[in-house]
Each structure stands twice: as structure tokens, then as C-alpha cells.
């Protein structure tokens, strides 16, 4: 039988909200790949806990909300910790260790997953690695390596290709296929307007705020930008960014608008500042949400994408190849030839054979 446990703080999507700390980017990455795992017939056990803001910010006692639960397949473990600074890292670690061994007992065969290498997470793999002589594959969606896994797993191609040992994998993500009814427009509440759609936090690490400034430099009457995500506009008065009548910000929503936001887009927007080291270095994941509606993506060309991308993505830099990324999509039999592409390219990029190429080669 194959197994896997998977050390990482993921919960079900209807809690992401009520955590500040836990990104939604990083939650949906790692729910997509377990999913996979569990498509390719391997069992998941999840040893996770919430993230908080050290205490003072956040609670002395960080508490677990949920224990085990069945989330799609998964078989679950929370943990609570005592919440300070040092110390929560070795009191997680230690955590993930005594609840692994109880839950499971006998590691071996087993492989373990850490999303992003924090010293609780490499810590206990390291130790279950050694007791039970299983394989540890430590993701890294940051630049930082930790450890002595047996592979390292990059979500970022620029990470990838600069990193310089062996024992390496590439995997930014994979596309969930989306049937025809998920993916057609609401032509009753789309209006006269195309759609730009957004979905991500207003700041200047997701480059939103950079791409409203060029946005509100070109001349276009038909296309409105629909912002969706956490954040402050008052940020865009700081910067003297008017959102003028072509740009609207709806801040957090639930699921079920943000699908018919998404429906209803007639392309997408992912932009990431250039002069940003972490921002342009990281791969968008975002970007996994967009390209499943089989739809355009506008984007900046940033080293944390694969090459892959290049023949399905409108890049853009400035005002100006915005504005012909704009008239490119515009254009019906442009628009068209683009959504072929994108659907070729997510049928050969899902979750399932993402996933399985990665099995395939820690030969789980």
C-alpha cells in the first residue's frame, strides 16, 4: 500500500477565512496536491496545526479547531501549541513526532511531505526520516533549504534551476479541469462591460497596485478591473492611485462569488513587480485558478515561471504592451486561439499527472 504524511498546516477551504495567518495561496496549493496523491491511489495521513501571530499578537495558547476530520479524503490530525517565539517551533516539532507515532505507529514505506522547510517541519522529518528510514521530499515555495531530505520539491522555476544539488524536483502546480457549465460566462450579469478579474491581496508584493497605476494610463471604455482579496485601499491613496470608474475593489468573498466573478471574467490579470526579489522570484500560484477557466491570463514575465507558460500568457511590462496585450484578446480570433492553447496546456497539466510524474520519480 502506498502512504504518505504530509506535515503542513492545510484546513478545508471554508476555513481560510477565519485565520489571518494562514495563506489561501499555500492552502489551495497544498490541497491540490494531495488531492492528486489521493487520485493516484496513495493514502494521505496530515499531521497540521493553525498558524498564529507569535503572542503577544496572537494567542499565548494557539488551540486546535479541528481533530480528526475527514477533509476530502484526508486523513487529518491538528495540533495546539504553546504560541512564543522559539519556543512553539520545538513544541510543534515535538508535537508532530509524538502525533505521528500515535496515529500511525510504524512509519516505514511510508513518504513524508513538509511544505516549506521551518524548523518544526524539518526538524521532525528529520528524526522520523532517521527512526524509520523513510523518504522525506521537502516543497519549498521560498528560497531556503533546510535539512537532509532526500528530495527537494520547488514550486518556483527560478529556485529550481539555480538550486545546485542533485536530488531536486520541479512542480509549480497543477490545473484542476473544470467542466463546461464552471467555466461558460453569465451573460446576465456580465453587462455591456468586459471583465478584468483579480483575485489576491492588495499590496505591493502581489504587484496589483503597480498594474492599477498602468491600467488607468490606457484609454479603454469597454473594460472594467475587478479586484477580489484582503487589503486596505487605503494603501492606493497613500500612493496617490485613483481607482477612477474602471477599477473596483470588492474586497474579501466568499467562494461562491469569486466563482462567478470568475465566470464572468473575460480574461485575467496576474501581475508581479519586477523589482521585488521575493515577488518576482516566487511562482504565482494564483495563476493556477486562473488558467482553469480556460481563459486569458495578462501577466508579467517573472523568473519563478517555467518557460512552459510562455506560448499561452500575454506578457506585459509597461503601459504601452499592456495596452497591445488589451487589443490582442480583443481581438475574437486572437481571444479564441488563446483559449485552445490554455485548454491543451491544462489537459496536460493537471493535478493527477503532475502529481504522478512526481511519484513516478521518488519511486513511492
Same mark, same amino acid.
Given at each position: 500500500?502506498?502512504?504518505?504524511?504530509?506535515?503542513?498546516?492545510?484546513?478545508?477551504?471554508?476555513?481560510?477565512?477565519?485565520?489571518?495567518?494562514?495563506?489561501?495561496?499555500?492552502?489551495?496549493?497544498?490541497?491540490?496536491?494531495?488531492?492528486?496523491? &489521493?487520485?493516484?491511489?496513495?493514502?494521505?495521513?496530515?499531521?497540521?496545526?493553525?498558524?498564529?501571530?507569535?503572542?503577544?499578537?496572537?494567542?499565548?495558547?494557539? =488551540?486546535?479547531?479541528?481533530?480528526?476530520?475527514?477533509?476530502?479524503?484526508?486523513?487529518? /490530525?491538528?495540533?495546539?501549541?504553546?504560541?512564543?517565539?522559539?519556543?512553539?517551533?520545538?513544541?510543534?516539532?515535538?508535537?508532530?513526532?509524538?502525533?505521528?507515532?500515535?496515529?500511525?505507529?510504524?512509519?516505514?514505506?511510508?513518504?513524508?511531505?513538509?511544505?516549506?522547510?521551518?524548523?518544526?517541519?524539518?526538524?521532525?522529518?528529520?528524526?522520523?526520516?532517521?527512526?524509520?528510514?523513510?523518504?522525506?521530499?521537502?516543497?519549498?515555495?521560498?528560497?531556503?533549504?533546510?535539512?537532509?531530505?532526500?528530495?527537494?520539491?520547488?514550486?518556483? /522555476?527560478?529556485?529550481?534551476?539555480?538550486?545546485?544539488?542533485?536530488?531536486?524536483?520541479?512542480?509549480?502546480?497543477?490545473?484542476?479541469?473544470?467542466?463546461?457549465?464552471?467555466?461558460?460566462?453569465?451573460?446576465?450579469?456580465?453587462?455591456?462591460?468586459?471583465?478584468?478579474?483579480?483575485?489576491?491581496?492588495?499590496?505591493?508584493?502581489?504587484?496589483?497596485?503597480?498594474?492599477?497605476?498602468?491600467?488607468?494610463?490606457?484609454?479603454?471604455?469597454?473594460?472594467?478591473?475587478?479586484?477580489?482579496?484582503?487589503?486596505?485601499?487605503?494603501?492606493?491613496?497613500?500612493?496617490?492611485?485613483?481607482?477612477?470608474?474602471?477599477?473596483?475593489?470588492?474586497?474579501?468573498?466568499?467562494?461562491?462569488?469569486?466563482? =462567478?466573478?470568475?465566470?464572468?471574467?473575460?480574461?485575467?490579470?496576474?501581475?508581479?513587480?519586477?523589482?521585488?526579489?521575493?515577488?518576482?522570484?516566487? /511562482?504565482?500560484?494564483?495563476?493556477?485558478?486562473?488558467?482553469?477557466?480556460?481563459?486569458?491570463?495578462?501577466?508579467?514575465?517573472?523568473?519563478?515561471?517555467?518557460?512552459?507558460?510562455?506560448?499561452?500568457?500575454?506578457?506585459?511590462?509597461?503601459?504601452?504592451?499592456?495596452?497591445?496585450?488589451?487589443?490582442?484578446?480583443?481581438? =475574437?480570433?486572437?481571444?479564441?486561439?488563446?483559449?485552445?492553447?490554455?485548454?491543451?496546456?491544462?489537459?496536460?497539466?493537471?493535478?493527477?499527472?503532475?502529481?504522478?510524474?512526481?511519484?513516478?520519480? &521518488?519511486?513511492?
Amino acid at each position: 500500500m502506498k502512504n504518505v504524511l504530509w506535515i503542513g498546516p492545510i484546513v478545508p477551504s471554508e476555513e481560510v477565512p477565519k485565520y489571518k495567518a494562514i495563506s489561501a495561496a499555500a492552502n489551495v496549493w497544498q490541497m491540490g496536491f494531495v488531492n492528486g496523491l &489521493i487520485e493516484n491511489g496513495i493514502n494521505v495521513t496530515s499531521v497540521s496545526y493553525i498558524p498564529f501571530p507569535t503572542w503577544p499578537k496572537g494567542p499565548l495558547w494557539a =488551540r486546535k479547531p479541528l481533530n480528526g476530520i475527514d477533509n476530502k479524503g484526508i486523513k487529518q /490530525f491538528f495540533l495546539g501549541y504553546l504560541n512564543i517565539i522559539y519556543i512553539r517551533e520545538l513544541w510543534i516539532a515535538t508535537m508532530i513526532i509524538f502525533k505521528s507515532l500515535i496515529k500511525i505507529s510504524n512509519l516505514e514505506g511510508y513518504i513524508v511531505f513538509t511544505y516549506n522547510p521551518y524548523p518544526r517541519h524539518w526538524f521532525s522529518a528529520n528524526l522520523l526520516r532517521l527512526i524509520f528510514r523513510c523518504k522525506w521530499v521537502s516543497i519549498i515555495a521560498d528560497d531556503r533549504s533546510y535539512g537532509n531530505p532526500d528530495f527537494h520539491l520547488f514550486l518556483s /522555476f527560478d529556485y529550481f534551476k539555480r538550486f545546485e544539488k542533485r536530488n531536486k524536483l520541479f512542480c509549480d502546480g497543477g490545473i484542476m479541469i473544470r467542466s463546461l457549465n464552471e467555466t461558460k460566462k453569465n451573460e446576465k450579469s456580465s453587462g455591456s462591460h468586459k471583465s478584468l478579474v483579480f483575485a489576491g491581496v492588495l499590496n505591493d508584493w502581489t504587484g496589483i497596485i503597480d498594474f492599477i497605476d498602468l491600467f488607468n494610463e490606457i484609454d479603454l471604455e469597454n473594460y472594467i478591473l475587478h479586484i477580489y482579496g484582503k487589503g486596505d485601499p487605503d494603501v492606493l491613496k497613500n500612493k496617490n492611485i485613483s481607482l477612477k470608474n474602471k477599477v473596483i475593489l470588492h474586497g474579501f468573498v466568499n467562494d461562491i462569488e469569486l466563482e =462567478r466573478a470568475c465566470r464572468n471574467a473575460y480574461a485575467f490579470i496576474n501581475p508581479r513587480p519586477l523589482h521585488m526579489f521575493r515577488s518576482e522570484n516566487n /511562482f504565482p500560484s494564483k495563476l493556477l485558478l486562473y488558467l482553469s477557466y480556460n481563459k486569458p491570463v495578462i501577466s508579467t514575465k517573472t523568473k519563478g515561471l517555467s518557460p512552459d507558460y510562455d506560448n499561452i500568457l500575454s506578457y506585459y511590462s509597461d503601459s504601452e504592451t499592456l495596452k497591445k496585450c488589451i487589443d490582442l484578446i480583443n481581438d =475574437r480570433e486572437n481571444y479564441e486561439n488563446i483559449v485552445k492553447k490554455i485548454s491543451c496546456f491544462n489537459a496536460e497539466n493537471t493535478w493527477f499527472k503532475k502529481v504522478k510524474n512526481i511519484t513516478n520519480a &521518488i519511486a513511492i
